[in-house]
């Protein structure tokens, strides 16, 4: 059983900062990758960023030079800080991995339960 346990949402007025946080636990063997997507209301979800277990990152360009996602592999958790916040980044943002677990020996994709990132303007 793997669990991502997310963190560091809330409400932050336009030109803020938040830094999410999401631990993964479990019997695991090795994560590969590791990111955050955000699904607005009425929109679909969409990738955030994503790192790799060896550190390569991609973002979206409307997070670029904004958003900063890091990767802590001794503890399975990685961290995005997000800074000028506006209120367009307003979402439910999900953490997702690539786990390879002892269980089941292949490798699985994992969601969070979401976290709200409010931003007023």
């Known amino acids: 059983q793997v669990q991502l346990v997310e963190a560091g949402g809330g409400l932050v007025q336009a030109g803020g900062t938040l830094r999410l946080s999401c631990a993964a636990s479990g019997s695991i063997i090795s994560i590969n990758a590791m990111g955050w997507y955000r699904q607005a209301p009425g929109k679909q979800r969409e990738l955030v960023a994503r790192i790799t277990s060896g550190g390569s990152t991609n973002y979206a360009d409307s997070v670029k030079g904004r958003f900063t996602l890091s990767r802590d592999n001794a503890k399975n958790t990685v961290y995005l800080q997000m800074n000028s916040l506006q209120p367009e980044d307003t979402a439910v943002y999900y953490c997702?991995?690539?786990?390879?677990?002892?269980?089941?020996?292949?490798?699985?994709?994992?969601w969070g339960q979401g976290t709200q990132v409010t931003v007023s303007s």
């Open positions: 997702n991995a690539d786990i390879i677990t002892y269980g089941l020996g292949v490798r699985v994709n994992y």
